[in-house]
């Protein structure tokens, strides 16, 4: 393993302030992300997926939001204490992101070139011809078919997956270190999805940046990911490499997310049968008490789950869990 | 077996396109291109398709929303597309619709109690006493507490609201629930739990739903039978596990195939039949077979003729000049 990785996420804390009450959006989230690789995060709704995302990034909203604690390191170099002027030549240059909506997060009133071309013109200084070329090369990269007549065309003019595809022609436009991809797919048909990961495998592997990728779907995991970070309630439940995880997930809430998707397999049954569930939702953050944040709807709470939270331990190849249940099993 | 409950016989739905310019012919959008379609009592059909494939489009013409261009729709012994607009209106009590987005589907202004309540109040069934006994019920059937009425949509999460959303159906008490993506935009945890309470629901009150969906692995959890559409036309209809163990439309093995399987692993990716493009503009259809500009089996002769629905086992139809020949 190399000494730096790519990006080094410690101890990452965010704190949330609301009518004088505080609550920790994110706590002590820890993990690293090395070049070339794809991590994915994995939760509900509510969890800090996005959070995290947003923290890396350096726009989590400010006020009520502060990031309250912890170390970000791209390339080693501390991002944190780095000034805002700084943080825009990095942000859309070296890290780059890729939205859930991609109907929302392009301009309706500018033309997708004119959009690819911002970030062309902010971070390479290319203007003109030079940056109209590069556009048009870039959509032909993401693979948009007719690349010269759709620079030209207006959002609404293209389909969702197109639309995604100009968001990822915007988000490697200027080769970034770090790719994040936050439910990238979601508002897409199926079949447009298995598109799209195809072009962010392709283009990862050409260009060997590190990838981030944010879904709640375990089946995107299984098989976009190299390594996976298990997110509940603002923290870290789980890591470790794809493969170990889903071959023996650790904790209650890996287990819970990976058995109640339906799946494909024709069993014997002639009748769909019951889907496992996770009973209860995901606490809001203002709601969390001291212990496990998943304790109240896990299948094998002890008395220790709610007075304690448990560490993350590892126990594997790199493999951990924050879990009393596994720690009490190991002992 | 008896008749069925809903039959659809070759139902057109058309929408004229406004031009700007006002001397320009005017297009017409196929939506809906000759469907049919039926399903028995207690029954659940699964409606799958890419978005634009016509499949909200027939759920509507079903409850009127959309005017029938061609074709004929009977529910029961009711003709839908004769009724007048004051039978329809005393006919919407028995078709009922689960929308996909739990957030905008419930007006935020009300409390939920009287939303559950709201059908029985439109369609004058009850007095107010079993009215609001039936609302009680109602939020017990579909997992919610009966004080939680007085509260307001935004007061519930996600997947309660949907839960909101199957009582209000529930309520006058409909022969068919249409659910059009009842959890695309539900977490997971939370769709394994709406999806077990749809079940419940059909099994202890005999429910027939159409239940409309893009994800092929919900559609197997739910249906009984399955039927693919593309571009406004059935492509392939068979019973839930002929259709699952060997899925006979090159279109159907390419939905298939782009689910996402934690079992598979990585190693589905590479098996993974990538479909190109988009579908096709359903304002001029392509001539021949409307799969084969993305078809990865089309031959030469596909873009010229179209294919006709075919029996190629017992209730088992495909669209498909190759599939008898491919093997399967």
């Given amino acids: ?331 | 077996m008896s008749e069925p409950l809903l039959e659809i016989r070759d139902l057109k739905v058309h929408f004229r396109r406004r031009q700007i310019n006002p001397f320009a012919a005017s297009q017409v959008v196929h939506a809906v291109d000759g469907v049919s379609l039926s399903l028995a009592k207690g029954r659940t059909l699964g409606l799958v398709g890419e978005s634009g494939s016509g499949k909200t489009t027939v759920a509507r013409a079903i409850l009127r929303l959309v005017p029938v261009t061609e074709g004929s729709i009977r529910l029961g012994d009711t003709q839908v597309e004769q009724l007048s607009d004051q039978e329809l209106r005393k006919k919407r009590g028995s078709v009922q619709y689960i929308f996909q987005d739990p957030y905008s589907s419930l007006n935020p202004r009300v409390r939920a109690g009287d939303i559950v309540r709201s059908p029985l109040d439109v369609l004058a069934i009850g007095d107010k006493a079993s009215r609001e006994a039936r609302v009680i019920e109602l939020f017990e059937a579909v997992g919610l507490r009966p004080e939680q009425r007085a509260l307001f949509p935004h007061q519930f999460s996600g997947g309660q609201r949907q839960r909101i959303n199957i009582a209000r159906a529930l309520a006058p008490d409909p022969e068919l629930i249409i659910c059009d993506e009842p959890v695309s935009a539900l977490d997971v945890a939370i769709r394994a739990q709406i999806l077990n309470l749809l079940q419940r629901l059909k099994r202890d009150r005999a429910i027939t739903y159409l239940f409309i969906s893009h994800d092929m692995a919900v559609v197997k959890h739910m249906a009984d039978e399955v039927v693919v559409m593309y571009l406004g036309q059935i492509v392939e209809r068979a019973p839930r596990r002929a259709f699952f163990s060997a899925p006979r439309h090159p279109y159907s093995l390419a939905l298939l195939s782009a689910v996402p399987d934690t079992r598979a692993g990585a190693g589905r990716s590479a098996k993974r039949i990538l479909l190109s493009g988009d579908p096709p503009s359903p304002i001029a259809p392509p001539t021949g077979c409307r799969f084969a500009s993305r078809c990865p089996i089309a031959e030469p002769g596909c873009h010229e003729q179209v294919p006709p629905l075919r029996t190629i086992a017992v209730d088992h139809t495909v669209r498909c000049h190759r599939v008898d020949r491919t093997g399967g």
């Fill in chain 1, 1 to 331: 393993m190399s000494a730096t990785p790519l990006l080094a996420v410690e101890e990452l804390s965010v704190e949330f302030s609301s009518r004088g009450r505080a609550a920790h959006v994110l706590n002590s989230v820890t993990f690293n992300v090395r070049a070339g690789e794809t991590l994915g995060i994995v939760g509900e709704s509510g969890c800090g997926k996005s959070m995290t995302a947003l923290a890396i990034m350096r726009l989590v909203p400010s006020p009520p939001g502060r990031i309250s604690g912890g170390r970000i390191a791209l390339n080693g170099e501390d991002m944190l204490p780095v000034s805002d002027a700084r943080m825009r030549d990095i942000r859309g240059n070296r890290i780059a992101m890729i939205f859930q909506e991609p109907m929302t997060s392009l301009n309706p009133v500018f033309t997708v070139g004119s959009q690819i071309v911002e970030a062309l013109h902010r971070h390479l200084g290319l203007s003109g011809e030079t940056a109209r070329r590069r556009g048009i090369e870039l959509l032909k990269a993401v693979g948009i078919p007719l690349p010269d007549a759709r620079f030209d065309e207006y959002p609404h003019q293209l389909s969702g997956g197109m639309r995604q595809r100009v968001m990822i022609a915007m988000a490697i436009a200027c080769e970034p270190d770090l790719l994040i991809a936050d439910e990238p797919t979601t508002a897409l048909d199926v079949t447009v999805q298995a598109q799209i990961f195809d072009l962010l495998r392709s283009i990862q592997q050409r260009r060997g940046m590190g990838m981030i990728l944010i879904t709640h779907d375990m089946g995107v995991i299984a098989e976009m990911t190299d390594r996976v970070v298990v997110m509940y309630g603002g923290r870290v439940v789980e890591n470790g490499a794809t493969a170990d995880v889903l071959a023996e997930p650790a904790h209650p809430y890996t287990r819970g997310l990976l058995a109640c998707v339906p799946v494909l397999e024709m069993g014997d049954e002639d009748e769909p049968a019951e889907l496992p569930e996770i009973a209860g939702v995901v606490p809001s953050i203002f709601d969390l008490q001291a212990g496990c944040p998943f304790a109240d709807r896990c299948g094998v709470v002890v008395a220790r789950c709610r007075a304690e939270m448990p560490p993350l331990v590892q126990f594997g190849d790199g493999h951990r869990v924050a879990c009393w249940q596994r720690e009490e099993t190991r002992t």
